[in-house]
């Protein structure tokens, strides 16, 4: 009796130095499961499709590869005007020369592309522009899942941000779209980012990455938009109403804004030396500004510079890619997007009543599956955290207000609102439900990748 309850104990005690071990390297562990399911994945896509006798075909000849899996994964839809942009340089196909759909995708993911080839012929290495969009993509969708990783440490434990991570990169949408070259993953990165830090409050990192994240997929300047009321709902739990609301006041004058509290800071380091002091005191003295006046005035400065402002600034950034954008282009991008796509801003949900029209109910509703998803992990933590639901939910209500061809894409837009899977870890009351969901987001996502190569329209 005694052996046993000894032998138990050292199973225990085994067993909570490998947890122990799995939460000091949290971030290794999450790296590690998440290149061997996923190789796993492809290894069985592939073996599949041999061994179905399926092939490549040859609908966009010009970027195969002749390496089946590269071809499969870097061929597909929206995948060829990506290389269109990253092989020729610009935003021209010399062989569809009337085509401008070319011009409604952003440019950050085929630059990456680009540099990757350019790299390789640095090693005289010859990179086909469809391998390069394949490798661009998927070691994006790792520094996706790394990033989401320490992003969900702000909120959970080693263990639930473990879980989170895995559901988040093989939800379903974000899996098949960070797989293939599409420029989900590189959003994603820098969306996630950018959330990190504006939660860190280094809000000029926050609107730098988030920039990135908009001149990779152009919906990314939605989130500028919604950063505003998050941040001001918490400058009012701050410092209350009366000096919050004044926040409204300097967003428009925000770039004035910077350079006042600049020199404001520049004043107060020069202030250090005594005969900057004394030349300070002279002046104030001149000015009859006394000790109170001093203080209203830097209150005022403090009061209207909000850290809002630098991501506001770094906002900027893709709004002058798009006027850029819509000087060189042959049309506003506004009348190509609807030219192309018949797609235009209507209100919430529009594409959805569009596809009920159809008469086709059953797939309206499995393709907006993944929005009611998002809806639903918004309002789930809607006294709990406002701003994740702000975040979850402005989004989903942003991606589904388009018409036409968005209303088919709906489930690729709501797949690249991060936070749902981060809230679904966290409100499961165990580990082996997370394991439940996740194998059933695999199942699901095998399928939908499988048709996404096959052609099939389905989640497009």
């Not at 379903?172 to 820098?190: G, I, K, Q, R």
Request: aromatic share 18%.
């Amino acid at each position: 009796m005694d052996g046993y309850v000894t032998e138990n104990n050292d199973r225990r005690d085994y067993i909570a130095e490998i947890q122990e071990w799995i939460r000091n390297h949290a971030v290794v562990v999450t790296i590690f499961i998440f290149l061997t399911i996923k190789t796993i994945v492809l290894t069985l896509f592939i073996t599949l499709f041999t061994q179905l006798g399926l092939t490549v075909g040859d609908r966009y000849p010009p970027f195969h590869t002749g390496d089946t899996l590269v071809d499969l994964l870097g061929t597909r839809w929206d995948s060829s005007f990506y290389l269109i942009v990253a092989e020729n340089g610009q935003y021209f196909d010399p062989d569809r020369p009337t085509d401008t759909r070319v011009w409604n995708f952003a440019p950050l993911y085929p630059l990456f592309i680009r540099i990757l080839m350019d790299l390789g012929k640095l090693f005289q290495i010859e990179i086909p522009v469809a391998t390069a969009g394949v490798l661009v993509a998927n070691f994006f969708s790792l520094t996706s899942t790394i990033a989401f990783f320490y992003m969900s440490r702000l909120y959970v434990n080693e263990e639930k941000a473990i879980g989170a991570t895995l559901l988040f990169s093989f939800f379903p949408t974000v899996f098949v779209f960070s797989t293939v070259a599409y420029a989900e993953p590189v959003f994603l990165t820098f969306a996630i980012l950018s959330w990190y830090f504006f939660e860190k409050k280094n809000y000029s990192l926050s609107g730098f990455t988030l920039a990135l994240a908009t001149l990779a997929r152009f919906p990314g300047a939605l989130i500028f938009f919604l950063y505003i009321p998050i941040y001001l709902g918490r400058k009012i739990k701050e410092i209350g109403w009366r000096n919050s609301l004044g926040c409204l006041l300097a967003i428009p004058l925000f770039p004035i804004l910077i350079i006042i509290r600049g020199v404001h800071l520049i004043t107060l380091k020069l202030a250090l030396s005594d005969k900057t002091a004394s030349l300070i005191k002279d002046l104030q003295q001149k000015l009859n500004v006394n000790d109170e006046k001093r203080k209203k005035i830097n209150h005022w400065i403090y009061f209207l510079d909000i850290d809002l402002s630098w991501v506001l600034i770094f906002g900027i950034l893709p709004l002058g890619w798009i006027l850029f954008a819509n000087i060189t282009a042959p049309a506003p991008l506004s009348e190509i997007t609807y030219t192309n796509w018949g797609a235009k801003f209507a209100y919430p949900f529009a594409g959805f009543w569009e596809m009920l029209d159809t008469g086709d109910i059953k797939w309206t509703f499995e393709k907006y599956l993944f929005v009611f998803f998002s809806i639903g992990m918004g309002l789930i933590v809607l006294k709990k955290r406002p701003s994740f639901s702000l975040l979850i939910i402005g989004q989903a209500l942003f991606y589904t207000g388009y018409t036409g061809i968005h209303a088919w894409g709906a489930p690729r837009y709501t797949g690249t609102i991060f936070l749902g899977p981060l809230v679904l870890a966290e409100e499961l009351a165990s580990n082996k439900m997370i394991a439940v969901i996740l194998s059933l987001f695999l199942t699901y996502g095998f399928i939908v990748l499988w048709r996404f190569c096959n052609w099939d329209t389905w989640l497009i």
